[in-house]
């Protein structure tokens, strides 16, 4: 069963800049996994920011880019401002229209 | 304004069946495959079936497959799960959402989320 690997929680300081990582047991995340992220805040549903690895949709703020990081996906939010505290998922493509989700990170700005 | 509206999520027994439908306006439907997705109480986002966007391949994942039934109807803009053996395991909300890239370009990603109808199994 392909699991895809997410910091449980990472902790950054307001104006900082933090990298979150997304990893598949199947080996290196490419630009053929297409992969997405997702940000998710209490009660609501998830709100996506990216996809295919690097492209921002239009209410994606410009502090949050995609990448290929080595072997996984990231995420960057550069200059962290407090509203940005929340859940983020990866979601990577594996062929075949199967898809999976990481665990996901909870993201705490202190 | 493209959205999704879900329905048909309630309590339900464990074995028993339900069906879950999700209504689309602001985009061609037809031209989208669309996803299936559940959060269980306090865990994380499991992708759980797509269907592409003519009908001609659907997809489950393993902790559903055989149980769950993925189906659209263009005709009325939406899409369904038809949802049997149910298991305490199965609570969650379920949310639909619909592929960015039209025809066969679904694996582009997600781009428009439902607000997720809650199941319960218990």
């Known amino acids: 069963q392909t699991v895809v690997t997410q910091e449980p929680s990472l902790t950054v300081s307001p104006g900082g800049t933090v990298t979150l990582t997304c990893s598949s047991s199947t080996g290196a995340v490419t630009t053929s996994s297409f992969a997405n992220w997702f940000q998710q805040k209490p009660g609501q549903p998830p709100r996506p920011l990216i996809y295919t690895t690097s492209n921002k949709h239009p209410w994606t703020p410009a502090r949050f880019s995609g990448s290929l990081l080595g072997d996984k996906a990231a995420l960057t939010l550069s200059d962290v401002q407090p509203e940005d505290e929340a859940d983020y998922y990866c979601?990577?493509?594996?062929?075949?229209?199967?898809?999976?989700f990481g665990g996901g990170t909870k993201l705490t700005v202190l | 304004q493209v959205h999704l509206v879900e329905s048909g999520g309630g309590v339900v027994q464990p074995g028993r069946s339900l069906r879950l439908s999700c209504a689309a306006s602001?985009?061609?439907?037809?031209?989208?495959?669309m996803y299936w997705i559940r959060q269980g109480p306090g865990k994380g986002l499991e992708w759980v079936a797509i269907m592409w966007y003519d009908g001609s391949d659907k997809r489950y994942a393993e902790s559903v497959k055989g149980r769950f039934i993925i189906s659209r109807d263009n005709s009325k803009n939406t899409v369904y799960l038809e949802m049997t053996t149910l298991r305490v395991e199965d609570t969650a909300v379920y949310y639909c959402a619909k592929s960015i890239g039209s025809g066969r370009f679904h694996y582009y990603g997600v781009d428009v989320w439902g607000q997720g109808t809650t199941v319960s199994v218990s």
């Open positions: 602001g985009f061609t439907f037809s031209n989208y495959a």
């Open positions: 979601l990577l493509y594996f062929g075949a229209s199967l898809s999976v």
